[in-house]
């Protein structure tokens, strides 16, 4: 939330929060929309290989000052895109809820996680193929506010990969290199933010 004085504005979008303050900005996405999914297909091969470094003992530990088991953050960096999917194949309301439900008791182990995320990603793949407006101009109802495709793609797009260089973060901690560790270039364009953790408690 920005506020200023009595008035304030929710902050999920930029654009709202450059109205609220008077200044300029442009909410069309950096990247065009044939980019963003394949930087999403990278982002989510690239979580597979990790979740397959992190030790089984350690699934069920707490990353840092978060009070989220890392079980459950390996499986939200692929529920977000399966929400994507729910929301533009069946046109379902994209809610914060649907992004966020409880971690589904089966997906117990390493191999249960990264079997769930080639699911979603191949999905992912077959709803791109067949889909024909590859401009994304359509508008996607959403708790956030109406919203062109494109622009729900790059969140689609960006948030795992916030989570996925958390993963990074995670194994360097544990003194594992992370195998084909993304790069600034690889995730250049995506407005993520600088920081790869949020050191707030939680």
């Known amino acids: 939330m920005v506020s200023r004085g009595s008035d304030w504005v929710f902050g999920q979008m ?4 450059a109205a609220f303050l008077g200044v300029s900005y442009n909410p069309t996405p ?7 999914i ?6 989510m091969s690239a979580a597979q290989r990790y979740i397959s470094q992190i030790p089984a003992a350690k699934l069920d530990e707490h990353l840092r000052n978060r009070k989220r088991p890392i079980r459950a ?10 929400a994507f999917l729910e929301v533009v194949e069946d046109g379902i309301y994209l809610t914060y809820d649907i992004m966020a439900p409880p971690l589904p008791p089966h997906l117990r182990t390493n ?6 995320g ?3 990603q191949q999905r992912l793949r077959q709803w791109w ?15 956030y506010g109406k919203q062109p495709l494109h622009n729900v793609l790059e969140r689609h797009t960006w948030h795992p990969a916030q989570h996925v260089r958390q993963l990074m973060m995670l194994l360097q901690e544990n003194g594992i290199e992370p195998h084909g560790a993304l ?5 250049a364009g995506l407005p993520l933010p600088k920081k790869v953790w949020d050191d707030e408690a939680a």
Not at 14 to 17: E, F, P, S
Not at 38 to 43: H, P, Q, Y
Request: with cysteine; hydrophobic share 40%.
């Open 111 to 116: 191999a249960d996680l990264i079997a769930y």
């Open 38 to 43: 394949d930087r999403l297909d990278m982002v």
């Open 14 to 17: 930029l654009k709202d929060v």
């Open 118 to 120: 080639r699911q979603v």
């Open 73 to 82: 953050l390996c499986y939200h960096i692929f529920r977000l895109e399966e």
């Open 129 to 143: 193929a067949g889909f024909e407006n590859k401009q994304c101009t359509q508008e996607i109802d959403s708790y």
């Open 30 to 36: 950096e990247l065009p929309p044939q980019e963003l």
């Open 183 to 187: 790069t600034d270039a690889d995730l």
